[in-house]
């Protein structure tokens, strides 16, 4: 298996771990610290993030998909996931932590267009076979 390939497979596997963790956080710990649509909003940062891990790990171990497509589809979900999952979770928590982080309001649909381009490169990739 190519180096960056592992590399990856790793990360997804650890932003697994990481969600799970954090689901478990919300469901015991923040249910009663945040409001029900923090909370909301919490859990579909959390949604995501395992949906996109899962799908890190799949699409990187099919051999019908070449070494380049695999690494670009990488990319782009992995910036997509730390741009949408990310923003989401500091922005739904802000009314525990209290930092100024307003400004990350624009940054989440950003990450949602990065994962809406991983799955379009995806998509182009396999029309074109």
């Given at each position: 298996m190519e180096y960056?390939?592992?590399i990856i497979n790793a990360i997804a596997s650890g932003l697994l771990?990481?969600?799970i963790s954090l689901g478990a956080l919300a469901s015991h710990l923040l249910k009663t610290k945040l409001s029900q649509?923090?909370?909301s909003s919490f859990e579909v940062g959390v949604c995501y993030l395992i949906y996109h891990g899962l799908a890190l790990l799949i699409?990187?171990?099919l051999s019908a998909i070449n070494l380049d497509v695999k690494l670009t589809f990488s990319k782009l979900a992995l910036s997509g996931?730390?741009?949408f999952s990310g923003s989401i979770f500091m922005l739904s928590t802000q009314e525990i932590h209290g930092w100024p982080v307003k400004f990350l309001g624009p940054i989440t649909p950003i990450g949602g267009i990065l994962l809406i381009a991983a799955w379009g490169y995806l998509t182009v990739t396999f029309l074109k076979k």
């Open positions: 960056g390939i592992k771990m990481f969600a649509d923090s909370l699409v990187n171990e996931i730390f741009l």
